[in-house]
Every structure is written in C-alpha cells, then in structure tokens.
C-alpha cells in the first residue's frame, strides 16, 4: 500500500486523458503541416508586398498603366478567385458529408476558375509586354515598375497553378477513395491562401495605379 501511495499521484498523473470529447488542441499531422507552411508563405508575401510600396513610395515618377480596361480585367480576375473560395467551401463541407462525387465536383469548379483567373492574368502580362514594359525599363517611367509587377503577381500567378494542380490530385484521389476529408479541408487552407493574398495585391497594384489616380 504504501508503495500505492507513494507512486499514486504520478501514475494518475501519466494515465490521466482527455474525456470531454474531442481534444480541444488536436491538429492533424497535415493540417499543421499546411499552417506552418501558409505562416512562412505569407511572411514571403508581406516582405514583397512592403518592398513593392517602398519601391513605388519613394519612386518619383511609378508608372501608372492601367486603364480602366485593366482595372475591369483584374477585378473579374478577383470575381473569379472568390467564387472559387465559395466552391472550394462547398467541396469541403461534401468531403465532410462523405459526398465524393460532390467533392469531386465542387474542386474540378474550383479548379475552373484557377485556370480562368490564369488566363486574364497571362491576357494582362501580355498586354503590358506588347506595350514595352520589361523587367526594367517601361514607357511611362520608373524602370524597376516591370520587375516589381512582375515579381510580386507572377509569384501569386504560380501559386494559383501549384494549387489548380493540387486540387486535382485531391479530386482524383477522392473519386478513388484514396483520401479523406482532412485531406480536402487541407487543399482549402491553401487554396483560401492564395485567394486572401489577392485581396492585397488588387488594390495595391492594380486600383492605386491606374491612371485616374
């Protein structure tokens, strides 16, 4: 007994668990995985977001190029990237449900607009090339305008097609049966990632450089 006594409190301590349910702490593998993965990426995207309004700040002469021609295009391009976070969401919830035909849906619509949102992105670049923008020189003014705009979306841009890729590995892993929910909820984080990016980037660059600044 006094042995009991003596080694009592530890032993209850060691076989003492959680019995109110789900562990209000419990993370998933992967999704913790992914959220250290989103924390990294958005402080690459803050260094380059801040680099870019430093550049354009202290720039005397920042090119302003868009018209409202772009300005329309880029904000199709946002309509686009935030019906795919609602579609994304509803994958989510059918993946949750055991609906794997509804996931497969819903992330193949997902998808759809990640390679809509690519295109008039591409539409853009390419317009801006036709009409003498380079990485560094421009028509308008200040040469670093090119590898900046460049930089900071063409980096979004590749991020948006990782995720178009990813999605699809989860869709047709899904129809097989190969995944789980968690692993649709974890392509969500990313995809929703990518999209709260764009948030900034629209305004930023495209709303406070067109020319009716």
């Known amino acids: 007994m006094a042995k009991e006594a003596i080694g009592g409190p530890d032993a209850l301590a ?8 789900g562990s209000p702490y419990a993370v998933g593998s992967k999704k913790l995985g992914m959220w250290l993965f989103i924390v990294s990426d958005a402080i690459t995207f803050s260094a380059l977001l801040i680099a870019y309004s430093f550049v354009r700040v202290a720039s005397a002469n920042w090119p302003l190029p868009f018209e409202w021609s772009s300005i329309l295009n880029a904000t199709i391009m946002t309509t686009v990237l935030l019906s ?6 509803m994958g989510v919830r059918a993946a949750k449900l055991g609906d794997r035909g509804g996931v497969v849906k819903w992330l193949l619509a997902t998808m759809l607009g990640g390679v809509l949102f690519d295109v008039l992105h591409i539409r853009e670049w390419l317009g801006l090339i036709d009409e003498g ?4 020189k421009n028509p308008w003014g200040d040469p ?3 590898a ?9 841009m590749t991020h948006v097609t990782i995720g178009v ?10 129809s097989r049966a190969k995944y789980s929910a968690e692993d649709v909820e974890v392509s969500g984080l990313y995809w929703h990632f990518v999209d709260l990016v764009w948030m900034f980037i629209f305004p930023l660059v495209y709303l406070m450089s067109n020319k009716m600044v």
Do not use: N, P
């Not at 060691?14 to 349910?21: H, M, Q, T």
């Not at 923008?133 to 560094?136: A, C, D, K, P």
């Not at 890729?165 to 899904?174: D, E, F, K, S």
């Open 144 to 146: 670093q305008f090119g």
């Open 84 to 89: 795919s976070s609602v579609t994304m969401v």
């Open 165 to 174: 890729v990813y999605l699809g590995v989860i869709a047709w892993g899904t």
């Open 133 to 136: 923008v380079r990485l560094f």
């Open 14 to 21: 060691r076989e003492s668990v959680w019995s109110g349910g």
């Open 148 to 156: 900046a705009f460049f930089t900071l979306t063409g980096l979004h």
